[in-house]
Structures are given as structure tokens and as C-alpha cells.
């Protein structure tokens, strides 16, 4: 198996590139499967829940050509049966937008129940809620949700719980369907806007995408476009703890600031220098870390990607610090693992504390899921002596080159095989 070996200590300096935004990726890929035409998409991070996405379409029938490491050319014109296999859909949350997407072209879609990251629940209740709203009805069977229906008709949903995931989903579904839907207590998040922008892009008619409420007129058509992903908040938020965290001077380039308020603010307020340009941010920080508490709550909120790294930060800073997972039922599977680095955080359902500590220690450590992989590499580039990461898979899923990224920006950090002989960049 790979792993990751960093030998910490060394200040991260110089400057780094943000790609594409991951959920927003694999949002819009899906949405491909609406147009009449085909779709040049640029920007698209290189990572492999987005390969997976082109390939489940690619298994559908749809034609995928690479134009180069960050723009696909995709043509849903050949996508004549509405079924995503289970051997590939099963490993990505995201996998459930193929329902609203094969929902709202073929008014039916089989899709395996999807995996992705394991801290709880991941229900769908409400997906099938707006689903049911829009005139279709559902079965599980042998693992496989099947959703269909006569005719889509436009309809007024009302999410129980704030949800990227059915916010997405109900989009999807209603692009193309008879009427108007609205959707209220909508998810907010930028990669949301961003779904929206691409479909209306495709003549699709979308208002209020950012907003609580959002306001879809079907269209009978959705014709190509050529489209660039945003940036990647989670990303270059992830960026920007680990520079905190090492001490260092980065500057983050190619971000929407915007998007990194909520982040910002939390930096700030721990003492960290952050400069906002244009399209970067310089983070900067030669002095103590301050205590802080964390609340993870929607988009504006502080984002819940960005939870397990903000924790990792604030094992180094000089008090006592509450971190409070709103959004998920168990994302604290990382902290036992930060423990083996000497972090003192004791968890009690949503709550995680965390007592400041003067330094870690290296040690082996494993990613318990995506975000959780950049909190272990965040922690042993502040940590003294050497970390082992592995299941390094999680963390191949979301962040693009992440070691070869890291490495210019001066870190100490491999890819290995569990032999140790050092895989070389492509
Ligand atoms: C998306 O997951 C993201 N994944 C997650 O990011 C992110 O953590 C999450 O949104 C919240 O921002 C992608 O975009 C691919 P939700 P999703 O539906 O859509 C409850 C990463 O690291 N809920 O917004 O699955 C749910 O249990 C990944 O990039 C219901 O109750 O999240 C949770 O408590 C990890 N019923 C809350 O809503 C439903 O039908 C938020 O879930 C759906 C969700």
C-alpha cells in the first residue's frame, strides 16, 4: 500500500496554485448527462472522484475525451441506458447526483446506493423528498435505487435539512421539468452557484442559487457549453492551515476570497496574518497560535471540510479550544489518530476538546477519510520527527499533486510504497 512519510518541521514558503473546485466537479459532470450537446469543461481538478464521475459516464455511453490535465470534453448524446454500475458507484457520495441527472433526461435513473466517506449517516431522505415533489417514486433493491416517473412536474419543496447533496439532486431533476420548482431552506454553498451557472449556461433557467430559496422554470432543452469549474474553497482553505501551521509565508493563488470568509475569519482570530489580493490570499504567521472555538455550520458558516484541518491547527495553539461538528454525526474518527502524535483532544459526540500542546510528535497515523488525510499531513509537517500516512487513498480522492504541491512549497514529504522505494511525480 502507499504512504505518505513527511519529516516535519520545515516552514511551508512560496506559493501554490488552487485547482478546480472537487464538489463542484462532480456536481456538473453529472449535469452533462442534461445537455443535447457536447460540453467542454475546463478547470476541472485531476483528481479521482472526478475520473470516476467521467468513467461511470463513460460506462453509460457517453463519449469522454481528456483535452488536457484540467479540460474534458464530454458527449451525453450516446447515453441511451439510465443505470450507473455498482462496482464503481459505490465509492463516491457523489454518485447519488447521477439520480437527479438521469431522472431529469430519461424521467428514470438505477443507481447503486453510494459510498464516499464514512462519518455517520449519509440518508437521502430528502433528495427523495424533492423527488417525490416532482411527480416521481422510488425502490431499493439488491442495493440499486431506482427512481421514475411518468411526467416531472415543477413543485414547491420545502428541505427538513439544509443539504448540498439534495439541493444538487433536486436541480438536477428539474431542470427539465414541466413548471416551475422552488426550492426553500436550499443549500447556499459555492458549488451550488456554481452548478447553477453551468446549467444556465445550457439554456437552463435558474434563479436564487446562493440563496435559501431557488427558483427553477423547466426548459425543454439544454443545449453543449463550454464551461470552467471555480476554484477549490476547501483546497486552498487546507492550504492556508498548513501554512499556518508550519509558521510559514504562503500565498495561495487562483481563489475566490469570498468563498474563504468564514476561513479567514477563524485564522485571523488565532492570530494569523491573512492578506486578500484579487484572485490570492498571503497567510503569515510568526507568533502564537490563539485558542479558539469552531462551530461548523452551512455555507456562509465555517464549512465542515475544513473541520478535521482547523482541529489540527488548534492542537498547537496556547489554551483550550471547542470545536463543535454541526453538520455531521461522527466526524471525529481522525482524533484518535492525532492522539498517537501527542495532540490531547477528547471527544463527547459533536464535541471535540482540545487542549493546546507545545509540539507533536511524528509517528504512523492513518486517514480515516478525505478531509480527515489533509489534518494528518497538516499535523506532521508542525510535527518534529517523522509520520507515516496511510491509506493515502482517501486523500488522492480530493486534493490534486498534494504532495507534489507541498513539496514546492518546501516541505519534507514522499510518496511510498509500503516497500519504501520513493515513487517518483508523473
Ligand atoms: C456534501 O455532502 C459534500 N460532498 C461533503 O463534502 C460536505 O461535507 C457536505 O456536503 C456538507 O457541506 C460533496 O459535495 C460531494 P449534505 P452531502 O447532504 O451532500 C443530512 C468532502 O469532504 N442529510 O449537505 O452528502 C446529513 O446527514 C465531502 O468534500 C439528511 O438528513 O452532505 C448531514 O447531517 C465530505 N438527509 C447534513 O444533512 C438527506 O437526504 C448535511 O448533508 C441529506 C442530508
Request: with cysteine; proline share 3%; hydrophobic share 45%.
Amino acid at each position: 500500500m502507499e504512504k505518505i512519510v513527511v519529516n516535519g518541521g520545515n516552514k511551508l514558503i512560496g506559493n501554490v496554485q488552487i485547482s478546480g473546485a472537487k464538489n463542484a466537479a462532480v456536481a456538473i459532470i453529472p449535469g452533462v448527462i442534461l445537455s443535447d450537446g457536447i460540453c467542454r469543461i475546463e478547470n476541472i481538478p485531476n483528481i479521482m472522484d472526478v475520473n470516476l464521475m467521467a468513467t461511470i459516464l463513460h460506462q453509460m455511453g457517453a463519449k469522454v475525451n481528456r483535452i488536457n490535465k484540467s479540460t474534458l470534453e464530454i458527449d451525453p448524446t450516446y447515453i441511451r441506458n439510465p443505470v450507473a454500475k455498482y462496482d464503481l458507484v459505490r465509492h463516491m457520495r457523489a454518485s447519488s447526483y447521477l439520480m437527479g441527472a438521469l431522472l431529469g433526461k430519461f424521467s428514470r435513473a438505477e443507481v447503486a446506493l453510494p459510498g464516499g466517506c464514512d462519518f455517520g449517516v449519509r440518508p437521502l431522505d430528502q433528495h427523495l423528498k424533492g423527488f417525490g415533489v416532482l411527480g416521481a417514486e422510488h425502490s431499493v433493491a439488491g442495493g440499486i435505487i431506482t427512481v421514475k416517473a411518468d411526467k416531472l412536474t415543477g413543485g414547491h419543496i420545502y428541505l427538513d435539512v439544509v443539504s448540498v447533496g439534495a439541493t444538487v439532486n433536486i436541480i438536477l431533476a428539474s431542470v427539465k421539468a414541466e413548471g416551475r420548482t422552488i426550492i426553500e431552506n436550499a443549500a447556499k454553498e459555492p458549488h451550488i452557484v456554481d452548478l447553477a451557472n453551468f446549467l444556465n449556461s445550457m439554456g437552463a433557467d435558474i434563479k436564487g442559487a446562493g440563496t435559501d430559496v431557488i427558483k427553477i422554470n423547466g426548459v425543454k432543452h439544454l443545449t453543449g457549453t463550454s464551461y470552467s469549474i471555480i476554484p477549490d474553497q476547501i483546497e486552498a482553505g487546507t492550504y492556508m492551515v498548513a501554512a499556518a501551521a508550519t509558521g510559514g509565508d504562503v500565498v495561495i493563488q487562483n481563489v475566490i476570497t469570498k468563498h474563504l470568509e468564514s476561513i479567514t475569519a477563524k485564522l485571523r482570530e488565532m492570530g494569523v496574518q491573512v492578506d486578500e489580493y484579487e484572485d490570492s490570499v498571503r497567510i503569515r504567521r510568526d507568533g502564537v497560535l490563539h485558542r479558539c472555538n469552531v462551530k461548523t455550520m452551512p455555507h456562509p458558516g465555517f464549512p465542515t471540510d475544513m473541520q478535521p484541518q482547523i482541529a489540527a491547527l488548534l492542537t498547537l495553539a496556547d489554551g483550550t479550544s471547542i470545536v463543535n461538528e454541526a453538520v455531521w454525526d461522527n466526524r471525529f474518527r481522525y482524533v484518535e489518530e492525532l492522539k498517537r502524535m501527542g495532540a490531547d483532544i477528547s471527544v463527547d459526540g459533536k464535541i471535540a476538546v482540545i487542549q493546546g500542546v507545545k509540539e507533536l510528535l511524528g509517528a504512523p497515523v492513518k486517514a480515516t477519510d478525505l478531509r480527515a488525510g489533509a489534518a494528518m499531513i497538516i499535523a506532521a509537517l508542525a510535527a518534529k520527527g517523522t509520520t507515516y500516512v496511510e491509506d493515502i487513498q482517501h486523500i488522492e480522492r480530493g486534493y490534486e499533486e498534494i504532495v507534489e504541491k507541498l513539496t514546492l512549497l518546501g516541505a519534507d514529504i514522499k510518496r511510498v510504497y509500503a516497500n519504501d522505494s520513493v515513487i517518483q511525480p508523473a
